[in-house]
């Protein structure tokens, strides 16, 4: 069965140290907490938010973790913030469905830690307006296999990611060890967005800017030290229209 729990839940290291929980579908409009190094451990899969209210999941000072065995999937009107030296590892997929009414369903930020090691990582996956931020000394890894992958399919339209370095060069660093498709499968107008000194590192071998039938997706590069380094070759436009790829203000593209 799944465990659809109705009220908060706080993981406190200084209270309570290590807590399980099995198949979770955490939906309603309550929270979860993670915080003073406290361990929150979920098994196999986890689903954050639906349709009815908004459900949020943060990860928040030294030490604190939350260890996820299986995919982890952001719904409609869920927000997951890592920050604060806070660690969220998963061992599966990413997924974000259609962001609804929050202003940003995953915020990694303040020295957080994301690493996912397995599986696709989709952000927009039939979904729109969904927005990841990566900011003043947060840093997300994506490994193994994983392709990244902003906006797939026809309804997953105006995805964004931002790598944003608050002014530093290499303020934030993101990597992604496989390859990157913006748009895919005819998903439309998504962007990536690298910005004030952010680091996004693509080790795959290709990184395309609207893979077939996705058009008026984009990459932005501004900024001093802002910088998108890959390990193969870029294409912009694979069978679409009107992609782009901007440079701009000081900005490198390797």
């Known amino acids: 069965g799944t465990n659809d729990f109705a009220n908060p839940v706080v993981v406190n290291g200084g209270a309570n140290g290590v807590v ?3 198949n979770v579908n955490a939906f309603g409009a309550n929270s979860i907490v993670v915080t003073n190094g406290g361990q929150l451990v979920t098994v196999p899969a986890f689903t954050l938010g639906n349709l009815s209210g908004v ?3 943060r990860v928040t000072g030294m030490g604190s973790l939350w260890t996820n065995t299986g995919a982890v999937i952001i719904g409609t ?3 997951v913030t890592v920050d604060t030296g806070g660690r969220l590892r998963i061992s599966a997929g990413l997924t974000m469905n259609t962001n609804g ?5 995953l915020m990694v930020t303040n ?3 994301l690493y996912s090691s397995g599986g696709m990582c989709s952000i927009g996956s039939n979904g729109a307006n969904n927005r990841v931020v990566v900011a003043g000394g947060g840093a997300l890894w994506n490994n193994g296999n994983q392709i990244l992958t902003i906006g797939q399919n026809a309804t997953g339209s105006n995805n964004v990611v931002v790598v944003d370095g608050a002014g530093v060069a290499g303020g934030v660093q993101v990597i992604n060890a496989s390859n990157l498709l913006i748009g895919n499968a005819a998903g ?3 962007s990536l967005v690298i910005t004030n000194g952010g680091v996004f590192t693509n080790c795959g071998t290709y990184a395309i800017i609207g893979a077939p039938g ?9 900024g001093s030290g802002s910088v998108w380094s890959n ?17 701009a203000q000081g900005g490198k593209v390797f």
């Open 20 to 22: 399980r929980m099995d």
């Open 55 to 57: 459900r949020s999941a």
């Open 77 to 79: 009107n869920a927000t």
């Open 101 to 105: 009414m929050v202003p940003y369903g």
């Open 111 to 113: 020295g957080g830690q």
């Open 188 to 190: 439309p107008s998504n």
């Open 214 to 222: 996705g058009g008026t997706n984009s990459m932005t590069v501004t």
């Open 231 to 247: 390990g193969g070759y870029v294409l912009v436009g694979s069978q679409s229209s009107f992609n782009r790829l901007t440079i």
